[in-house]
């Protein structure tokens, strides 16, 4: 399975049928045809992947030439989860060989730039599609002992759409006449069944020497996975502490944006406040303006029936001393308050001729003012 992260710099990861990681590498402005040279070192290729929706036409061409299909996501894959999975995928994987001690993950494999973690996390979101599958393809094989030829030979039918029951079987069948014979006594039954296929003594023979072989590693070769082990766990504690430290960065970053902020927000808040005691000043002034000037204006109209009056008042007394005339005051309301009112007002004194503007009103009969009625 191939993952291909294409750009000016193209990320190749290869993993196997099992889900180990065979390569990860990166080439900067390399052809397609160097591309290809390099996946097939490692065998046939079955899935291409890409960690986009939309698979860009690069994948879609090295698809084509290596014969293979396409995985694509359901959505783009973020930059958070890409790098969640594979490290996730580096640490269970390293994890599970450290468990077997068969050998230590190779420091080699764990990507060194973003092209190639794309690319590794295509290859891991691919295998996860088909993950299941395959374990429930090493397990039902186990039983049938299987050579991992055929194992894989199974997954590719399976991979293509074939179920896992007709892929054993057409293996089985594709296989028989060298199993079948009297001489190699093997006998194949229902592997759903949990039945198994039984080889012959010479394998078993082989089976045992290769075990013992294992068994029999020397100390050498038990120091050089151990190194190994420890170069492969010093890059990913480089990893970390390169991650560590960018996102310090980035935490200090968004605490001076939020020292910003709450600077930004004081300020606000005090000019809010200093505008909403101006807006009070300004509308306490604004009543007393508003008062001032209703006070103004009724002084205003005063003043001018004052003027009026004594204007009025000169030209009687003018016309008194003139002789020439007799002015005639006039009393506006015939009533007590009425005649009050115009006796300040207009200076009536006894002797001087009156005009009742109206007869409506009551007075008494013996009015200091009035004696005479005309």
Do not use: C
Request: proline content about 3%; aromatic content about 6%; overall charge positive.
């Amino acid at each position: 399975m191939v993952g291909l992260d294409p750009g000016l710099t193209v990320g190749v990861a290869i993993l196997d049928l099992s889900g180990e990681i065979l390569g990860v590498n990166s080439f900067k402005e390399a052809s397609r045809a160097e591309i290809t040279k390099h996946i097939i070192t490692y065998g046939n290729t079955i899935l291409v992947a890409t960690d986009v929706h939309n698979p860009p036409k690069m994948v879609k061409k090295m698809a084509s030439a290596l014969n293979s299909k396409i995985y694509a996501p359901y959505r783009d894959l973020a930059v958070n989860a890409k790098n969640e999975l594979v490290d996730d995928y580096i640490y269970l994987l390293d994890h599970t060989l450290s468990t077997r001690s068969t050998r230590s993950f190779d420091s080699e494999l764990v990507p060194n730039n973003a092209h190639e973690r794309d690319a590794l996390a295509a290859a891991i979101q691919g295998y996860k599609k088909y993950q299941k599958k395959m374990e429930q393809i090493e397990r039902k094989t186990e039983k049938l002992n299987f050579p991992p030829e055929w194992v894989d030979d199974i997954k590719i039918m399976v991979i293509n759409e074939v179920p896992i029951t007709k892929a054993i079987n057409a293996t089985l069948e594709r296989l028989k006449p060298p199993y079948t014979s009297d001489n190699e006594n093997i006998r194949r039954t229902d592997f759903e069944s949990g039945t198994s296929l039984n080889r012959n003594d010479g394998d078993e023979k082989i089976m045992g020497s290769l075990k013992n072989d294992v068994e029999s590693e020397t100390t050498f070769e038990t120091i050089s996975k151990l190194k190994n082990k420890l170069k492969s766990q010093d890059k990913q504690i480089r990893n970390l502490q390169k991650k560590n430290s960018t996102l310090e960065e980035h935490i200090q970053e968004y605490q001076d944006e939020i020292s910003k902020l709450e600077t930004k927000i004081s300020r606000l808040q005090y000019q809010y406040s200093h505008n909403i005691l101006r807006q009070k000043e300004i509308a306490t002034k604004t009543s007393i303006i508003k008062g001032l000037q209703q006070k103004y204006n009724h002084e205003k109209v005063l003043r001018k029936e004052l003027e009026d009056q004594l204007q009025s008042i000169k030209r009687i007394r003018a016309m008194e001393l003139s002789r020439e005339a007799l002015p005639v005051k006039i009393i506006d309301n015939f009533s007590k308050d009425g005649i009050r009112e115009a006796t300040t007002s207009k200076n009536i004194k006894k002797s001087d001729v009156v005009l009742l503007r109206s007869s409506k009103g009551e007075v008494p009969k013996q009015h200091p003012y009035l004696s005479i009625w005309v």
